[in-house]
């Protein structure tokens, strides 16, 4: 399985950006799917996740209300939608998949068995 993360760039503070997440070889449908980022000299923290039994939501506290979790089974696509970026989230994002994640280390990175190489979002004051 192969992840592809793109979207990231270049915003100012207050803008918006969609990330999108596809893979190849497997179909979205079935799997949990969840973004996470890393800042410069940070670990990397869970953003979003969309669980994949009941396409419950999770959002970090510092984004809910502004990131917006996504999928189309369709194009076999997940995306993050963020609006009204700050720069503390500047950041490479990558996307994640956990075919048999449970869903109490929904947030843990090392739970994840496929990721994406990342895209990288730079939010200007």
């Known amino acids: 399985v192969q992840l592809q993360a793109f979207g990231g760039g270049l915003v100012q503070a207050g803008g918006s950006l969609r990330l999108s997440c596809t893979a190849s070889r497997r179909s979205f449908s079935r799997d949990t799917v969840t973004w996470f980022r890393q800042a410069p000299g940070k670990e990397r923290e869970f953003v979003a996740a969309m669980w994949r039994r009941t396409g419950t939501l999770f959002y970090t506290d510092s984004v809910k209300g502004r990131f917006t979790i996504s999928r189309d089974n369709a194009k076999n696509t997940v995306y993050l939608q963020m609006n009204d970026l700050k720069p503390e989230d500047t950041a490479v994002y990558y996307c994640?998949?956990?075919?048999?994640?449970?869903?109490?280390?929904?947030?843990?990175?090392?739970?994840?068995?496929?990721w994406g190489q990342g895209t990288l979002v730079t939010v200007s004051s």
């Open positions: 994640a998949l956990g075919p048999s994640i449970i869903m109490s280390s929904i947030r843990n990175p090392r739970a994840y068995d496929y």
